[in-house]
């Protein structure tokens, strides 16, 4: 056995040297046969070709020797790749096709595989992901209070140590600019309990924390350390003010790390215990304000997340039973961080998936059109191969070298395919969609990804190499070299046509899809919003941020006001304290009918959104009032509690909205709230939600320091923006500011529908390239052959018509074929399709209208020339050379 | 006279196709030129159990080992010189026999091989199953 590597190796690197060896053996045996002629008296000449005769073939003595050696079949494929690259380059369109087409095929699978493997395959960045859950409420909320987190952490038997974050915003001055920034509230075992060890200096422990506002440090978040403060060691010991409050920096975080959401990346970290001086108010001691927003854990060695639920369900249940008035149900379930459970994840993973699926489809549909090529090729080279099967080449190994030169082309084509791929997952992962938010979509390619791409490689080779196979083998050398050629002209449906009809249906569904994600996004931009987003600006700030607390807040928002009413060319001035479809989070609460005595959450009719809002909002934003008044000044905190509600809210809790005027309602502290106005409804949280209730609060009976003003003007947004900038300076410098228009902030909930119109637009432009390069190449190739037949059908007199249906008849109607079968799999395929775009439906008569002119725009545009061509033969020349 | 056919690559007795027989063929009778030749395919490991019976006298290249069972057979089995070689190397490959060049009687050199220890182990299970196979197929002629 070591004998024979060791053979092998010989034979792989000193070939030439053992053929020399091999050829002197069988010299000296056939000169050693001579010598022994020679003694039968024959001249030396004879007895030399006696000799020679006597061994019998040294050639294939030799090949058979060399076949010994055990590399043959490495020779050969050597050989047949060889072979191969030559035949490649002689044909370069040929093979710039079959590359430009896979090339497609399999970067469109490697982006999208890219994107799965970073959203679900890989887990977050942290040691031991795999074993790290999130908690959530049966809602799909993982929502918790403060107190119960500690009841969770300290009661469970399950986790290795529960931490908890939460999202916030805040100010922070560090000497320069005042700026907003984004950041996470951690509890003091977050960075133990994960398992992340600091990059500079420290990260802070449970040992920091002795009570409320007791550790105000900072651990830099590493993007925000190296863009803000440009690696500079020295800022940890320093101090910064955060919403005007002093907070020491003591470390930066390792580089991988962004925290536990998965797009999201947080300027920085501070403890918990100091969030009532992000958040202007201590909600510590609150069972019932469930402000956090995410609790983890890794799960102990040995508990199944089954094990853990019924744990915490156990807790929960002795939640409930403690502490009846702050809660309702508590069931728990387990759920992956990163993409918040079931929330955000089930529908990224539908949406991926069913990219995938039609990522998939395009590959097939590459595969088919390559399998068609190499088709026709194959017929084209029949007399090589035949002549090839004459002098004795086997079958096997004819198809070896077809599969080899498939390979080949596939292994081309997929790594022009993966560097494209790789190139745009690159920019994807660098692109920040949102400024305002460090919202990114990590997705840089890692080994999964070559690993996926060389798979699909390999697979698409013997796919569509596979295609002349069943023709290659039943190739008569006899009657190929007597006729010419394989010339089959007939009726019969061919491999190739069964393609092109594959082909063309996967086109068609995926231009379907396209026009469907378009129909959807035009759809869902003119939905009913509750809002007139045009010709408005929205400006936010937080008013905590600079210190205002209490009654100055108030006043400061009637300055802000009546500053900005005195800009000119501003129609309205309206303040929110969160506008709706802002930041997809909303303020919801408990509403209960007015003979409600006990007021627990289980009784509750529904959770309404609540907005706190001044007296001419609903005239700044556009919102319809339907019945009774809008606020004014005078409803402040010494006159009875009031506020407007949406139809929807005063059907839940009413029955209806004529029943609602002037009838009060309470809230979960008790208040007696009345009715005294109705508006339009409108979407507060997404875009995709059933309808919501709602109910706005005057600003001076419900406070709220978070501000956001909504002007309605006709002026230039630039110009207007200027000015309120100015104005706002005037009134206080120090206060953090943004400024957008209202479309301009809608970006963010409009993003889904967006992304699905991009990609499914994309991949049904692919689909479409694909579908004209068959066509075309059908086409083509059909009236290249048949030139002789159309130059009779011309010199017996057929009309122009007549010539162009019978060279492109039998493409025009695989044409028809194929958008027939793929525009039925696309309604079909209505469901998968839902996943992926809001109201999507293919039955719209506007999409089906659009596919089929679609297909007949590509059919004109990929038969074009090959019309021409056929119209453009001359007869007489061409029946002169035959 | 008895025609030693190698099989080429299978160990089943095959069948002569009109290309293949010339180096197929590896032993002939040793008649004149022009007489009926009667082909007599047998097993290929037979050809490897002669070569490695005639090197364990010694070693002696490819020419002796042709020469040696022509002449120990007495002139019935006639090694075809096409598949001898082929026979040498896969042996090789498979570490029963070794070889070295050396200088032979003519003065140029020439390739020797000998019988490994594996080889040797070889040969001895070799011969035994070929003993068992005769004696087994003279029964049944006996017999039946």
């Given at each position: 056995m ?17 053929d020399?060896?091999?050829q002197?053996e069988?010299?000296f045996h056939?000169?050693m046969?001579?010598?022994?002629n020679r003694q039968?008296d024959?001249?030396?000449?004879e ?11 040294v050639v294939s ?5 060399r ?16 072979f191969?690259?030559?035949m490649?380059?002689?044909s ?13 095929g399999?970067?469109?699978n490697?982006?999208?595989f890219g994107?799965?493997?970073a ?6 960045s942290v ?19 403060y ?10 038997r ?6 908890a ?5 805040a100010?922070m ?10 950041l ?14 600091p990059?500079?200096g420290?990260v ?7 009570g409320?506002?007791?550790a ?7 993007a ?8 500079d060691?020295g ?11 002093p907070?020491?920096?003591v470390?930066v ?7 536990t ?18 958040d ?7 069972r019932?304000?469930r402000?956090i927003?995410?609790t983890?854990?890794h ?8 094990q ?8 929960g ?10 809660h309702?149900q508590?069931?728990f ?9 079931d ?17 998939g489809?395009?590959?097939?549909a ?9 088709a026709?090729?194959a017929a084209?080279?029949s007399?090589?191969v035949a ?7 086997s ?8 599969f080899?030169e498939?390979v080949l082309?596939s ?7 993966l560097?494209?791929s ?6 994807l992962?660098?692109?920040?969609p949102?400024?305002?938010f ?7 390619p890692d ?7 060389l ?12 295609v002349?196979?069943r ?10 070299v007597k ?5 089959r002209?007939?009726?019969?449906i061919?491999?190739?046509d069964?393609?092109?009809v594959?082909?063309i ?10 026009l ?5 996004l035009v759809?869902?931009?003119?939905s009913n919003?509750?809002f ?6 929205l400006m936010?700030?937080?008013l905590d ?5 209490g ?20 129609t ?22 007015d ?19 001044s ?11 339907f019945?009774?008044r ?5 409803d402040?905190?010494n ?11 005063a059907g839940?809790?009413f ?5 609602a005027?002037?009838r ?10 009345q ?10 949280q997404?875009?995709?939600e059933?309808?919501l209730?709602?109910?706005?609060l ?8 978070e501000?956001s003003?909504v ?7 630039q ?10 300076r005037?009134?206080d410098?120090?206060?953090p ?7 301009q902030?809608l ?7 967006r992304?699905a ?5 994309i991949?049904?432009v692919?689909?479409a ?5 068959g ?7 059909s009236?290249?052959?048949?030139k002789?037949e159309l130059?009779?059908?011309m010199?017996?007199?057929?009309q122009?018509k ?11 109607k695989?044409?028809a074929?194929?958008s ?5 799999l ?7 399709l ?6 999507a439906?293919?039955?719209d ?14 059919g004109?545009l990929?038969?074009w020339i ?5 119209l453009?033969i001359?007869?007489?020349t061409l029946?002169?050379?035959? | 006279?008895?025609?030693?056919n ?12 009109i290309r293949?027989?010339e180096?197929?063929t590896c032993?002939?009778?040793s ?7 009667s082909?007599?395919d047998?097993?290929q ?16 290249h490819?020419?002796?080992?042709s020469?040696?069972i ?5 002139d019935?089995?006639q ?8 026979a040498?190397?896969r042996l090789?490959?498979?570490g029963w ?10 003065g140029r ?10 080889g040797?182990k070889?040969l ?5 199953n070929?003993g068992k196979l ?11």
């Open positions: 070591w004998q024979d590597i060791v053979l092998r190796f010989r034979a792989l690197f000193f070939r030439r040297r053992m020399q060896e091999l002197e069988l010299d056939i000169e046969q001579a010598r022994r039968h024959v001249d030396p000449a007895a030399k070709r006696q000799a020679r005769l006597q061994f019998g073939s003595a030799t090949e058979e020797c076949e010994q050696r055990g590399l043959f079949a490495m020779e050969m494929l050597l050989k047949d790749v060889r191969g690259l030559r490649l380059r002689k370069p369109s040929f093979t710039a096709v079959a590359v430009v087409t896979l090339a497609l399999i970067g469109a490697a982006v999208v994107v799965l493997n959203l679900v395959l890989r887990p977050l040691p031991q992901a795999e074993s790290l859950y999130s908690l959530h409420r049966n809602d799909n909320s993982a929502a918790v209070s107190p119960d987190y500690l009841d969770l952490r300290d009661r469970n399950s986790f290795d140590g529960l931490a974050f939460n999202i916030s915003q100010g001055d560090a000497g320069e600019n005042p700026a907003r920034v984004w996470y509230e951690v509890s003091g075992n977050y960075f133990d309990a994960l398992g992340i060890r990059y500079v420290r802070f422990h449970d040992s920091d924390e002795h409320p506002n007791s105000p440090y900072i651990v830099l978040g590493y925000y350390w190296h863009t803000r403060f440009q690696d060691r800022v940890v010991g320093r101090t910064v003010q955060v919403n005007k409050h907070f020491t920096v470390g975080a390792p580089p991988e790390f962004h925290g959401m998965l797009f999201f990346s947080p300027d920085y970290f501070v403890p918990m215990v100091n969030q009532e001086q992000i202007g108010s201590n909600l510590l001691n609150d019932g304000k402000w927003f995410m983890i854990g799960l102990k060695a040995g508990v199944t997340p089954a853990a639920a019924a744990d915490l369900n156990s807790i249940s002795y939640l409930e039973r403690t502490y009846p008035k702050d309702g508590m069931t379930k387990l759920g992956r961080p990163g993409l918040y459970g929330f955000l994840g089930r529908p990224v993973r539908a949406f991926v998936a069913g990219l995938m699926l039609l990522a489809l395009i590959l097939l590459a595969c088919a059109n390559l399998g068609s090529l190499f026709a090729r084209d080279r007399r090589e002549l090839r099967l004459a002098v004795g080449a079958r096997i190994h004819i198809l070896r070298q077809l080899t498939a082309i292994l081309i084509g997929g790594a022009v395919g560097w494209g790789i190139v745009l997952l690159r920019s992962s660098e692109w920040q949102f400024p305002r460090p919202i990114n979509v990590p997705v840089t080994a999964n990804v070559y690993w996926v791409a798979l699909l490689t390999l697979a698409s080779g013997f796919l569509f190499g596979a002349p196979v023709q290659a083998l039943r190739i008569d050398p006899y009657q190929i006729s010419g050629s394989i010339g002209i007939g009726r019969r061919t491999v190739r069964a393609l092109l594959v082909q249906a996967i086109c068609a569904v995926l231009v379907t899809s396209s469907v994600a378009v129909r959807g759809r869902s931009l003119h919003f509750g007139e987003p045009r010709n408005t600006i936010e700030t937080g941020m600079a210190g205002y607390r009654d100055a807040v108030r006043a400061m928002q009637k300055r802000m006001i009546d500053a900005m009413e005195t800009i000119p060319g501003v309205s001035v309206g303040l929110v304290d969160r506008t709706p479809l802002g930041n997809g989070s909303y303020y919801a609460s408990n509403i209960f009918t003979e409600t005595i006990d007021l627990r959450p289980g009784n509750a009719v529904a959770e309404s959104a609540t907005y706190s809002i007296p001419d909002y609903f005239q700044a934003a556009g919102t319809a009032l019945a009774g809008a606020f004014s000044w005078h402040d905190e006159s009875p509690r009031v506020a407007v509600v949406n139809r929807e809210f839940r809790i029955g209806s909205p004529s029943n005027m002037g009060y309602f309470k809230r979960r502290d008790g208040t007696r709230i009715v005294v106005g109705i508006v339009e409804d409108g979407k507060y997404s875009l995709t059933d309808p209730p709602a109910m706005f005057p600003i001076l009976q419900s406070p709220s320091s501000t003003l002007l309605r003007s006709n002026r230039d947004p110009q207007l923006a200027a000015a309120m900038q100015s104005t706002m005037g009134l410098s120090g206060l500011l943004l400024i957008e228009t209202w479309n902030k970006d963010l909930p409009l993003f889904p529908s992304v119109t991009v990609s499914l637009g991949l049904g692919m689909g390239m694909l579908s004209i390069t066509i075309f190449g059908m086409a083509a190739y009236v290249s052959k048949r002789r130059g009779i059908r010199a017996l007199g057929a122009r007549e010539v162009l249906q019978a060279a492109l008849g039998r493409a025009l695989l044409l074929l194929g027939a079968a793929g525009l039925f696309g309604i079909l395929a209505s469901r998968v839902a996943f992926i775009v809001y109201e439906t293919p039955r008569p506007l999409v089906l209208a659009g596919v089929v002119l679609a297909m007949l725009l590509l004109l990929a038969t090959p019309a021409q061509r056929a453009s001359d007869p007489l029946l002169r050379e035959e | 006279m008895a025609v030693i190698a099989g080429h690559k299978l160990d089943s007795l095959i069948v002569v196709d293949q027989q180096s197929l032993c002939r009778m008649t004149p030129i022009g007489t009926d030749q082909r007599l047998l097993l490991g037979t050809l490897d159990l002669l070569i490695l019976r005639a090197l364990r006298a010694g070693a002696m490819g020419w002796a080992i020469e040696r022509q002449l120990i057979s007495q019935v089995l090694v075809n010189q096409g598949s001898l070689y082929p040498l190397h090789e490959r498979r026999i070794k070889a070295e060049w050396g200088v032979s009687e003519l050199r020439a390739r020797f091989y000998s019988l490994t220890a594996s040797r070889q001895e299970i070799e011969a035994e070929w005769s004696e087994a197929i003279a029964r049944v002629l006996r017999m039946a």
